[in-house]
């Protein structure tokens, strides 16, 4: 069998539910003690414990290499935890069922029973397949792929946001730093280099640490909304103190 995505773990198959050996088995079954109830009960609370979404790598936007090991890393956990032993409580009761449909075989009028035990017990084994066949590597791959999107799209932009910050940041240095002018001219190109900055790698490790106290150029975060002379000032330090940083970040090579 092919590997399968996580996300088949999410619908527990109606056939093998107790609600369903109830109805089916019929009056003989019901006289006959198989003990398949119980364990199909067992099946269906492990399945209840699954979270699909943990099996995913990609499931939570991973931006780096570091994301993606994590997510692999809670993955793997998951399924050790929460999928296999589902799919060993699916065999064992595989194994019950099939000695449900002999025990039923040898009961007066117990055909039909013993028919619907061992239709059971293959459905069973095939979902018990399908625990074996999750793909985490699919996934995964999917997460390192987007990853190097992210990447790719952050060093094409890294040069040319470098160069609009400090093409603007001339303008800024001769204003009076307000805070329109902060907003025209330093918010978005100080977050465009900062986002550069903060997916690539080696960029991330040398700058990052620094440059993530200019709170993504956001006023409100940084409490400099204000219009007075002193916050102007302010203002204007900040951004020589940004500009400085950009110069480095411009001036590294990887």
């Known amino acids: 069998m092919a590997g399968v995505d996580a996300s088949a773990l999410a619908a527990y198959p109606k056939e093998i539910t107790d609600a369903n050996w109830q109805k089916k088995k019929g009056l003989i079954g019901k006289a006959v003690k198989t003990g398949l109830g119980a364990e199909l009960i067992k099946c269906e609370n492990l399945q209840k414990k699954i979270d699909t979404a943990k099996l995913d790598a990609g499931s939570s936007a991973p931006k780096s290499t570091e994301d993606i090991d994590k997510a692999v890393k809670e993955a793997k956990a998951h399924y050790a935890a929460a999928v296999e032993p589902l799919r060993k409580q699916l065999l064992a009761a595989k194994g019950t069922a099939e000695e449900a449909e002999k025990k039923l075989k040898k009961a007066v009028g117990g055909g039909a029973a013993a028919k619907e035990a061992a239709a059971i017990a293959k459905a069973l084994g095939n979902f018990a397949v399908t625990c074996k066949s999750v793909d985490l590597e699919a996934s995964i ?33 001769a204003s009076d730093g307000s805070k329109d002018n902060w907003e025209k001219l330093i918010k978005q190109n100080g977050r465009s280099v900062s986002n550069s900055v903060r997916q690539l790698d080696a960029y991330n490790k040398k700058f990052w640490g620094t440059f993530k106290n200019f709170q993504g150029f956001d006023l409100g975060t940084l409490k400099l909304t204000e219009d007075d002379d002193k916050t102007k000032a302010m203002r204007l330090k900040l951004a020589k103190l940004a500009k400085d940083q950009v110069v480095e970040i411009a001036k590294f090579k990887t």
């Open 141 to 173: 791959k999917k997460a390192v792929d987007r990853v190097a999107m992210l990447n790719k799209k952050a060093t094409d932009e890294l040069d040319k946001s470098i160069l609009k910050f400090l093409t603007t940041y001339k303008t800024f240095k």
